[in-house]
């Protein structure tokens, strides 16, 4: 077993340990979504979404974030898209507008060439606006990738990623969103980055349910041998807020 997955394992282990016995004096909220999306790039398809994002606030200073998402499409029979995606950040707030953190993730997406691919990372984060009206977030990080590919072969790369993140109420009932993460390798060697972005709109129905409309850009300079460098897709879902 790979470095990076025994990594990746025994920090969900502790995580989980963690939730287990500190359950009772933590604050839990977050959002259930199932939709609609349409893609294009490695899959071509209309497929249903499920995702789920969770906060757990352990104390004034540990903030555990859990996010995860499943595309799935069918067509004449015959499976078009199979995507697997969860990871957990841990935020160490520092001062009011500085945080650092600690990420693990793990994902599989057979249309896109990858049988799994393990990434844990740590980094910092810096908050220039952070309000009920709007959130405004920089970060830079380091990320360590283990990939598998359905084509036999494997890759380990460090990654120096930089993010940018903006939240923004416009409306009584409409909060607009959008995310941006910029990835090069940290080692002197190719032309290669990578690029995840998404924009999008929440509308809020009622106390328990939003619907949301978003767009997102999945690019890769060097993608797996035989696929395609760039996907996009757009997901409308409702969204369930616990």
């Given amino acids: 077993m790979k470095l990076y997955t025994k990594l990746f394992l025994t920090i ?11 359950a009772a004096d933590t604050l839990i909220k977050g959002r259930l979504s199932l939709g609609y999306s349409d ?20 104390h004034d200073a540990l903030k555990l974030n859990y996010n995860g998402l499943v595309l799935y499409g069918k067509a004449n029979d015959q499976k078009n898209a199979d995507k697997k995606q969860f990871g957990v950040t841990s935020e160490f707030k520092k001062s009011v507008n500085n945080s650092y953190y600690l990420s693990s993730g793990y994902m599989t997406d057979e249309f896109a060439g990858y049988d799994s691919q393990v990434t844990f990372g740590f980094g910092y984060m810096r908050y220039f606006e952070r309000c009920e009206e709007q ?18 072969k494997s890759h380990d790369e460090k990654w120096l990623k930089a993010g940018l993140s903006a939240k923004k109420r416009l409306a009584e009932n409409i909060r607009g969103f959008s995310v941006i993460d910029y990835s090069i390798p940290s080692e002197e060697s190719t032309d290669n980055y990578k690029v995840d972005a998404s924009i999008g709109t ?11 409309m978003k767009y997102t850009i999945s690019y890769r300079q060097t993608p797996v041998d035989g696929y395609k460098r760039q ?3 757009f997901y409308t879902s409702l969204v369930y807020k616990i």
């Fill in 202 to 212: 929440l509308f809020n129905v009622n106390s328990k349910f939003d619907m949301e």
């Fill in 135 to 152: 959130e405004f977030k920089v970060s830079l990080g380091l990320d360590f990738t283990n990939e598998k590919h359905t084509t036999g």
């Fill in 231 to 233: 996907d996009n897709g």
């Fill in 12 to 22: 969900i282990f502790c995580l989980i340990a963690d939730g287990a016995v500190f």
């Fill in 39 to 58: 893609t294009k790039g490695n899959t071509e398809e209309s497929k249903v979404n499920f995702a789920y994002g969770l906060s757990e606030t352990k």
